[in-house]
T-cell receptor, first 111, second 115 residues
Framework: EDQVTQSPEALRLQEGESSSLNCSYTVSGLRGLFWYRQDPGKGPEFLFTLYSAGEEKEKERLKATLTKKESFLHITAPKPEDSATYLCAAHGSSNTGKLIFGQGTTLQVKP | ETGVTQSPTHLIKTRGQQVTLRCSSQSGHNTVSWYQQALGQGPQFIFQYYREEENGRGNFPPRFSGLQFPNYSSELNVNALELDDSALYLC??????????????FGPGTRLTVL
């Protein structure tokens, strides 16, 4: 069964303290690996799509990478406004229209 | 350009009742997907509609049903509500059904509480 698992569930960082969030996936025929940011009481906001192992994408302090089994979201010198829940999701070849989400990592960045 | 909107924002129902949630997709988008997000969990796919036809369904019972209208807005209907149906219901629209290549834009969600 296709599955996406994120770790850690929660992460507390000091402002400027870099770290990485992990997303492990077991998906048949991966078509795309997605990262979203979700603020409390709001819908997820798209960050990145990765399509093949070795691919990397960057946006401000965030960089997403992809291997054949995992994806990482690296956060460099985070600021308090980066505090949110980060969701990883996968789209497989057998999943028409379906994104399989992980449970999310809640990041808190303290000033 | 108007984003994805959902109504109502919040809703309280009792067990056994029926509920209809509404979603207006972003302008030009012909595909709408619905997700259920329980507290502290990631969203779970309910179903997707592409040009008024269901295009994939997750592991949800038949009492979860939907519609997509000619203007591509959509409804999610849930019959015989159960306590476990309490969740945030998210709607997402995209330009096309090929969601790996067309960004999905999520609405703010409808918070449903079943008592």
């Amino acid at each position: 069964e296709d599955q996406v698992t994120q770790s850690p569930e929660a992460l507390r960082l000091q402002e400027g303290e870099s770290s990485s969030l992990n997303c492990s996936y077991t998906v048949s025929g991966l078509r795309g690996l997605f990262w979203y940011r979700q603020d409390p009481g709001k819908g997820p906001e798209f960050l990145f799509t990765l399509y093949s192992a070795g691919e990397e994408k960057e946006k401000e302090r965030l960089k997403a990478t992809l291997t054949k089994k995992e994806s990482f979201l690296h956060i460099t010198a985070p600021k308090p406004e980066d505090s949110a829940t980060y969701l990883c999701a996968a789209h497989g070849s057998s999943n028409t229209g379906k994104l399989i989400f992980g449970q999310g990592t809640t990041l808190q960045v303290k000033p | 350009e108007t984003g994805v909107t959902q109504s109502p924002t919040h809703l309280i129902k009792t067990r056994g009742q029926q509920v209809t949630l509404r979603c207006s997709s972003q302008s030009g988008h012909n595909t709408v997907s619905w997700y259920q997000q329980a507290l502290g969990q990631g969203p779970q796919f309910i179903f997707q509609y592409y040009r008024e036809e269901e295009n994939g369904r997750g592991n949800f019972p038949p009492r979860f049903s939907g519609l997509q209208f000619p203007n591509y807005s959509s409804e999610l209907n849930v019959n015989a509500l159960e306590l476990d149906d309490s969740a945030l219901y998210l709607c997402a629209s995209s330009l096309d059904q090929a969601i790996s290549y067309n960004e999905q834009f999520f609405g703010p969600g409808t918070r449903l509480t079943v008592l």
